[in-house]
T-cell receptor
Framework: GDSVTQTEGQVTVSESKSLIINCTYS????????LFWYVRYPGEGLQLLLK?????QKGSSRGFEATYNKETTSFHLQKASVQESDSAVYYC???????????FGSGTKLTVEP | DAGVTQTPRHEVAEKGQTIILKCEPV?????LFWYRQTKIQGLELLSY????????DGGAFKDRFKAEMLNSSFSTLKIQPTEPKDSAVYLC????????????FGPGTRLTVL
């Protein structure tokens, strides 16, 4: 089946430091999936952070970046300098082309310390 | 535009009861999803509707879970009978439809089954 793996359940980073949250995916489809990062800020609902639907391309939003790597089947989320306001739970997800169901990773809780 | 609304926000049920959760998608959206979120299983699809037609009913949840779209602007999720293992957060999401992949999530209903 189709699945997404996030290896870190929790990550703590000091403000202004760099961040990487790992995500790898697996699919039985012959088509390349569409990849997403969703985020849940404290007290808010789940919302889209960024998406990439073409293998090899990079998506970016709010200072975060993720590159779709079909060779390593990865879609790691990175930020050069985190802020306290980035503290949230981040979910990596995939969807098959022309089929909108999202398959989510288990989520990574990011805590940014002042 | 109003976002996705879900009611109630919290529900407490006794084992064996029937409960109905409600969802109003974003106006004009054609796709509607029900997901369940637990700490152990993460986010799992329960049902997926496209233009009110059931596209996927999340296999393992067929037994006691039934989602319906009564019209394009209202959906319900019935759990009958409830079991303690159904305690979770139930999320409703909607999206414009084919070719557009961002899903807009509601705040969720937290269900506790005693």
């Amino acid at each position: 089946g189709d699945s997404v793996t996030q290896t870190e359940g929790q990550v703590t980073v000091s403000e202004s430091k760099s961040l990487i949250i790992n995500c790898t995916y697996s699919t039985t489809s012959i088509a390349y999936p569409n990849l997403f990062w969703y985020v849940r800020y404290p007290g808010e609902g789940l919302q889209l952070l960024l998406k990439v639907i073409t293998a090899g391309q990079k998506g970016s939003s709010r200072g975060f970046e993720a590159t779709y790597n079909k060779e390593t089947t990865s879609f790691h989320l990175q930020k050069a300098s985190v802020q306290e306001s980035d503290s949230a739970v981040y979910y990596c997800a995939l969807a098959l082309p022309n089929y909108n169901v999202l398959y989510f990773g288990s989520g990574t809780k990011l805590t940014v310390e002042p | 535009d109003a976002g996705v609304t879900q009611t109630p926000r919290h529900e407490v049920a006794e084992k064996g009861q029937t409960i109905i959760l409600k969802c109003e998608p974003v106006s004009g959206h054609n796709d509607l999803f029900w997901y369940r979120q637990t700490k152990i299983q993460g986010l799992e699809l329960l049902s997926y509707f496209r233009s009110k037609s059931l596209m996927e009913d999340g296999g393992a949840f067929k037994d006691r879970f039934k989602a319906e779209m009564l019209n394009s602007s209202f959906s319900t999720l019935k759990i009958q009978p409830t079991e303690p293992k159904d305690s979770a957060v139930y999320l409703c999401a909607s999206s414009l439809g084919l070719g557009v992949y961002e899903q807009y999530f509601g705040p969720g209903t937290r269900l506790t089954v005693l």
